[in-house]
Structure formats: structure tokens, C-alpha cells
């Protein structure tokens, strides 16, 4: 067996507009999915995303590029012949079945005798926790029990790698967490590779084992959660992942890894960095708002003076806008560990926004 | 007057029903009576009905055995009837299995084209409702007649080096019924493609079905509908059609139409020509009946 699941090897993907004009959809794409990851590819609408998956499936076939499946090739290949199964964003269960023809539809088409057949559905219904639902329309079911349905139908073929495109998209926001943690559950019970497609970028943080971000059919960053989150290599991913403050500066001089940076007239800040930067260079200082301190005194790290602009007490958190004396906004996010600590500062209050030297993060791009 | 006209409900009701209850009273049930009548009554010398009238059950019984007129001779067949019956039935099948075999293909195609496109080419589909049925049919027969456009087409690429006999046989009626109704077909079935979620033609290649039998097991079901609307609607006119057999086959070709047809005109028999009809509407009604009791709820309800 091949070292990874789905292999895409710089993948175009082209579309004539209605204009007359050429779209690339997916521009030169390269990434690679290892056996049993649960894999999911974040973007906005429009990011070539479900373009991506819907060529790993086999509903789409590259402009260029190749495609492969376990080391197998499988760019030119038709959808019905890839060891692959995918849950569709509106489920796209076949209404004139039952619940047990749609489950068994796969199995059908493989040939499989009906007894064997009506034993392994109902072991798929189990497996989502939908027994004896077997005589049901689709029709009948609420979107929870047809997304569960949708995915036991994949999940019956074994198939290499499942592909989900917005699975949880049609949920509320309440089934949606539930349905998020029994995915993962499911995935790592069954073993095998989930391509996910999402644009909620959460969702993605919360399921994946690594995480692709595109922006306007290119992978911008491929990584861990953790590694997305917190060591985002360009401004778009730290912007679209979780939320950031940015604040322009100035390099002014680096001592090994120490990197000292003007932000105007708010002061200098020590920023811990690998890179190597020139003098004057400009860069964008992203660091995010629950990594901020808001202190009355001096504290180790990073002091700089600012002025609160509002405060906002959301239950979980409280969270502060504070602006330096160069004119930049900040957010702060502060854990609400005693009741009563959101009154402590006050709207119009001079206060220091602390934080420590390896939080921040220098981005050029 | 007025406030209780607006308060009650049942009047209004009856008002704005009566207008068309009335008019299929009149126009339609009544005149279905009179056939009634008439097809158990004598002949009258001069065509309609004997006054008074004389009752008699003949007119049937000669439909079912042609020998019993009294204008049969020694070598008469008893089931000229019955065959000429059967010979409709044949043609109308045929024909809306062409309807139906072109027509799903077709309806197909527009319904994947962008908005736009799709109503010109829907409107290009009903163009010909727009033209005089007589004078397409007409303009049918000019080119498929000997002399006429296609045969002279074909001998000028050489293809072939007499004319085809395209005319006047049954083949040519088939054309004419053919070409008549396949918009009939066209209509409910693009309505039923129309709102088919292709994504579940995708659906069912994901898990394995080869193009025709995603086909097969997803999308006909699905659209059956729109396909049994097409049948129930070319198949009951054309089993009774009679202008187009009637200029297509140059008269040689007798359908149920034309033999009633020709009862109200030159043979002047009301009475046979009324047994005909209703036997023949009997017969369209048990399909039709036998359909609905075979179909679903949802068939029924896409018609």
C-alpha cells in the first residue's frame, strides 16, 4: 500500500465562464493525504475547495495534472470505478428508496446477494445509531437522520477514502457539534482516510488531524490545527482562521532570534522569530486577542500603553478594544475566571496591554 | 342582495363553477347521451334515425361480427371490425413508443442547457402548435411523396436510384402521427426531467452504477411520471385519429377514426358510427382507469 490515501500532483482545474472567460478553479495544486488522516480542506466559497474533492471522487476531471489513489492513477478514470464514497452537502439521498435500498444501493451494484445485503445495512444503521429505520423514505426522516443515512450509504462500500462536501452544513448549530464529535469518533473507529470540505473554519480545528487552507484555488497552508492556528504563514490564514489583530511595523534591528519591531508612535516590541529580517522592512505583527494581557503594572514581555475603547461581556469571556497611543486597535480576550472581573476596568481607562515575546507573529505576506 | 352574496361562501362557489360546470353539461355530457341513444337505435333511410325511433342492440353486435349487416355479402369477414380495432391500437403504440424513445432524449437535452436557452428551444417544441394541423401534415405529405422533397434529396446525392415508397402506407401514417404528437411527449416528460436532481445521478455514480444503470434504477423512476403523462397523452388521441391516417395513407389505411369517420359521412350509418365511438372510449377509459389503479400516489399526483 501506497504511503498516502490521495496524492494530487500539481492539479489544474479550468472552466469556461459564462463570458467566454477561462476560470481556474483549482491553480496548480499539490498536496498530499496520508493513509487514515481525517483531512480537511478549509476555504471560502469560491476557493476551489469542492472543486478539488469533487476531482478526487471523479465527478470533475482535471485540466492538468495527475491524481492518485493509493499510488494508483486516477485522473482519467470514471466516478463509478474509484474506490472512493462521498456524503453530499444536501445528502442527495434517492427519494423513491427506502432507507435500506439507498443504504444497500453501493452493495447492489457490486453484485452482493440481497440476504447479505439487508444484514450489512442493518449493521450501518447501527453504526450510526439509526436501527430499524430500514422501511423509512428519506422523505420521512429529519436532516440529522438523512446525513446519518447519507454517510452509513458511503460508509457500507469500505471504500479507500471517504469524501464529505459540507457535510454538516444543513444542521443547526447544536446537532452540528454533536454530529462534528461522532464524525471524529466514527473516523477513528473505522480507520479510514475522510477528506473533509468545510468552510467553517472551527469545524475545521475541531475534526481534522491536518488542515489545508485555500484562497482562490491555491493551497495557501497545509498543517495541524495547532500549527494553522498558531504559526500561520501568511496574513489571509490568520485572518480567516480564528480571530487576529494586526499591527503594521517597522523592523529595526534582529539579535538572533529576537526581532525588535516599531509600531509607530505606540513603542518598540521584542518578537521571537526563526526568520531573518532586514532593517526597516516592513512587516504585519498578527497576534491574537486571548494572547493579550490587560495589566496595571509593568509585567515581563511586551508593555504598551493604551486606552480602553469599550468592553464586552459575552459570558465565557469578556472582551476589551483597546487603542495604543499610535492610533492602533486592539482586541483583547480575557477569561471571565471570577465573577465581577469585567467591572474591574472600565471604558476610558489608561491601562498596559501585555504579552509575551514568542506570541506574536511576524508575517510579510 | 350584494351583503349576502359576500357572506356566503357556497353561492360564490356555485357562481364561479356553474359558468364551466354548465358549459361541459351542455356541450359535452349531454351531447355523450345522444350518442348513447343513437347507438341503440335503427338507421333512418337518409342517414340520422328512424322517427320514431326503433331500439336495437344490432349496431353492436355488427361491431363484433361484421357479417351480421345486412349489406354483408357471402365472402364477408366477421372481425373486419375487430381487425381494424386491433390495427389502431398497433399504430398508437408504435407511435408513442417513438414519441416516447425521442421524445425523453430530447426533453433530456433542453432541460441541461442554461435558462435562456432552454426556453427558446421549449418554444421551439410548441412552434408547431402555433400552425394549422391540416396544413402541416399537408406540407408533411409534399415531402415524403414521390416527386416530393426527400426522395428528390436522396436521388440527387444518388444514394438511391428510384424514389422510395414513402407515401400512402403505414409507415407514412406512423411518420405523420409521429411527427404530430411527439410534442405531446416532449411537454410532461421535460417537466418531469425538468425537476430531477441531476446530483443524484452523481449520487449513484459514487457508489458504483455504470451511466445506464444510474440510469435505469435512479433517473427513470424518477421521471416515470413525466413518461406515463406522455403516454396517457399521444396514445388516446392518436388511437382515434383520423385526419392524419386519413392524408398519410391516401385512404388505404383504415383506423377506428376514419371507419367512424366515414359512418356520419358517406356511409350515413349515426347508429354504427355512435356504437363505435362509445366502445371505443370504453376501451381508452379501462386503460386508463387500469393505469390509475396500478400508479402511485405520486404518479398520480405529477399528472
Known sequence: ?365 | MLKFFRRNKGLQLFSLISPGALWILLFFNLPLLIVLFISFVERGRAGSIKIPPVYTIENYRQLFNACASQFAGPECDPFLYIGIFGHSMRIALVVTFWCIILGYPLAYFISKQRPIWRDALMILVIIPFWTNFLVRTYALKQVLATEGLLNSFLMGLHLINQPLDLLFNEFAVNVGLIYGYLPFAVLPMYASIEKFDHSLMEAAADLGASPRRAFLRVMLPMTLPGVIAALVLVFVPVVGAFITPDIMGGGKIEMIGTLINRQFGVSRNWPFGSSMSLVLMLMVLIGVVAYFRSSSEETRRAM
Open chain 1, 1 to 365: 500500500m501506497a504511503e498516502f490515501a490521495v496524492e494530487m500532483q500539481d492539479v489544474l482545474k479550468q472552466f469556461i465562464t459564462p463570458e467566454g472567460g477561462i476560470l481556474s478553479a483549482v491553480n496548480h495544486v499539490t498536496m498530499q493525504i496520508k493513509d487514515g488522516e481525517f483531512f480537511s480542506l478549509l476555504g471560502p466559497s469560491g476557493c476551489g475547495k469542492t472543486t478539488s474533492l469533487r476531482m478526487i471522487a471523479g465527478f470533475e476531471l482535471p485540466t492538468d495534472g495527475k491524481i492518485f489513489i493509493h499510488g494508483k492513477e486516477m485522473s482519467q478514470v470514471p466516478a463509478f470505478q474509484r474506490p472512493v464514497n462521498t456524503v453530499f452537502q444536501q445528502y442527495a439521498l434517492f427519494p423513491h428508496m427506502t432507507v435500506e435500498q439507498n443504504i444497500g444501493f453501493g452493495l447492489e451494484m457490486k453484485g452482493v446477494s440481497r440476504s447479505e445485503r439487508s444484514k450489512r445495512v442493518s449493521e450501518a444503521l447501527e453504526m450510526v445509531r439509526l436501527p430499524g429505520m430500514e422501511m423509512r423514505r428519506p422523505k420521512q426522516l429529519s436532516g440529522g437522520q438523512q446525513q446519518r443515512i447519507a454517510l452509513a450509504r458511503a460508509l457500507i462500500n469500505k471504500p479507500e477514502v471517504l469524501l464529505l462536501d459540507e457535510p454538516l452544513g444543513a444542521l443547526d448549530l447544536k446537532l452540528r457539534k454533536e454530529m462534528q464529535l461522532e464524525l471524529k469518533t466514527l473516523q477513528r473507529e473505522v480507520g479510514i482516510t475522510f477528506i473533509y470540505v468545510t468552510h467553517d473554519q472551527e469545524e475545521a480545528l475541531t475534526m481534522s488531524d491536518r488542515i489545508a487552507v485555500m484562497s482562490k484555488g491555491v493551497v495557501l497552508q497545509i498543517g495541524k490545527p495547532e500549527e494553522i492556528y498558531e504559526r500561520p504563514a501568511s496574513k489571509y490564514v490568520a485572518d480567516f482562521i480564528g480571530e487576529t489583530n494586526f499591527i503594521d511595523g517597522v523592523v529595526k534591528g534582529q539579535n538572533g532570534s529576537t526581532v525588535e519591531v516599531e509600531l509607530n508612535d505606540t513603542g518598540i516590541i521584542c518578537v521571537e522569530s526563526s526568520r531573518t529580517f532586514t532593517n526597516d522592512q516592513q512587516v504585519s505583527v498578527a497576534v491574537r486577542p486571548e494572547k493579550l494581557r490587560l495589566n496595571s503594572e509593568i509585567k515581563d514581555g511586551n508593555n504598551l500603553k493604551g486606552r480602553v475603547e469599550d468592553v464586552i461581556y459575552i459570558g465565557t469571556d469578556t472582551h476589551y478594544g483597546v487603542r495604543f497611543a499610535g492610533g492602533q486597535k486592539v482586541r483583547i480576550r480575557e477569561q471571565n475566571i471570577m465573577q465581577g472581573h469585567h467591572e474591574i476596568v472600565q471604558i476610558g481607562d489608561d491601562v498596559l496591554v501585555s504579552f509575551t515575546y514568542v506570541s506574536p507573529r511576524i508575517l510579510t505576506e
